[in-house]
């Protein structure tokens, strides 16, 4: 959500009008942990609830962060920053798009 509302902050260059935007990644870093935690929560069987969490934590920190720093360093060394966080940008509104249209898909009609 942060990089879909922050998105024309790469065209921003006056930083007053970057910060405020940025406050936005608390709150929303929060509501996707918290989303993560109870959706692990409910695929975890009988007692592995926490197993589940961590194992989802430490591939969210660990594999994600680091593929996400090595892909995103190599992609700005060959296009540049601007460039990088224009396509974050993209991505994030093209794939939070997909899943809510694979939601809306999966919803079973009221009988």
């Not at 921003?12 to 405020?20: D, G, M």
């Not at 601007?82 to 919803?107: D, K, N, S």
């Amino acid at each position: 959500l942060c990089h879909m509302i922050s998105t024309p902050d790469c065209l921003w260059y006056n930083y007053r009008y970057v910060l405020p935007a940025e406050l936005l990644h608390g709150l929303t870093f929060g509501l996707s942990w918290a989303a993560m935690a109870s959706h692990s929560a409910v695929l975890a069987p009988p007692g592995y609830t926490s197993t589940t969490q961590g194992l989802a934590s430490a591939l969210f920190f660990g594999l994600g962060f680091g593929s996400g720093a090595l892909a995103g360093g190599f992609i700005a060394q060959q296009v540049g920053f601007r460039t990088l966080f224009q396509g974050v940008g993209v991505l994030t509104l093209t794939t939070a798009f997909v899943g809510l249209l694979m939601q809306a898909c999966r919803r079973r009609p009221i009988s």
